[in-house]
């Protein structure tokens, strides 16, 4: 079965500071990936997804991940954080045309000014 | 584009009545509709899966007798919580997929409903 972890449960980090937090998923196929964020009292939003081609991937914000089939990981970044940033984070992968959504359990990460 | 809403946002209740909360996709023709609970401080935990037309395929452990599915139309899933208990106090979401085109394997998530059972 498809199963995703996320390794870092809560975070604290001063604005400016450099972030990764960690995903690596169990499956043995073809994989679509996601990142998500859910900022305090809002629904979630795509931060970035992985398909396939350039296993770095940009998306919205300033945040990206890299694809690490090898590893089965794909940790998200940002070079320097804002106090805006402060949110859930939530790791998601789908088979290759398997329409369910395995969520990790999330990254809650809170930056201080 | 791509904007899923939910009604209502939250909603009490008393332990035994049956709510209904509505997943619209508002500019696109969802073909599937998920349905996801949050727990507080939790990760989202899929329930169900419907496609329009046909039945749910509910996850293990879900009672389909509980939470019940609809979806009715391309832009339309509801879900009934039938004699609801204090237990079911949680935050529902709900996400649509377009299943055609690029963005044809994201999913669009809504807003969320909050259910408290007194």
């Known amino acids: 079965a498809q199963s995703v972890s996320q390794h870092n449960h809560h975070v604290i980090l001063s604005e400016a500071a450099s972030l990764e937090l960690g995903c690596n998923y169990s499956?043995?196929?073809?994989?679509?990936l996601f990142w998500y964020v859910q900022y305090p009292g809002q629904h979630l939003q795509l931060l970035l997804k992985?398909?396939?081609?350039?296993?770095l991937v940009k998306g919205i914000k300033g945040f990206e991940a890299e694809f690490i089939k090898s590893k089965f990981s794909f940790n998200l970044r940002k070079p320097s954080v804002q106090w805006s940033d402060t949110a859930e984070y939530f790791c998601?992968?789908?088979?290759?045309?398997?329409?369910?959504?395995?969520f990790g359990a999330g990254t809650r990460l809170a930056v201080h000014p | 584009g791509a904007v899923v809403s939910q009604h209502p946002s939250w909603v009490i209740c008393k332990s035994g009545t049956s709510v209904k909360i509505e997943c619209r996709s508002l500019?696109?023709?969802?073909?599937?509709m998920f349905w996801y609970r949050q727990f507080p401080k939790q990760s989202l935990m899929l329930m169900a899966t419907?496609?329009?037309?046909?039945?749910?395929?509910?996850e293990q452990g879900v009672e389909k007798d509980k939470f019940l599915i609809n979806h009715a139309s391309l832009t339309l899933s509801t879900l009934t919580v039938t004699s609801a208990h204090p237990e079911d106090s949680s935050f529902y979401i709900c996400?649509?997929?377009?299943?055609?085109?690029?963005?044809?394997?994201?999913?669009?998530f809504g807003p969320g409903t909050r259910l408290t059972v007194l």
């Open positions: 996400s649509a997929r377009d299943g055609t085109g690029p963005r044809g394997n994201e999913q669009f």
């Open positions: 499956y043995g196929g073809t994989v679509n």
């Open positions: 419907s496609n329009e037309g046909s039945k749910a395929t509910y």
């Open positions: 998601a992968v789908t088979g290759g045309g398997y329409n369910k959504l395995i």
């Open positions: 500019d696109f023709q969802a073909t599937t």
């Open positions: 992985y398909f396939s081609g350039d296993p």
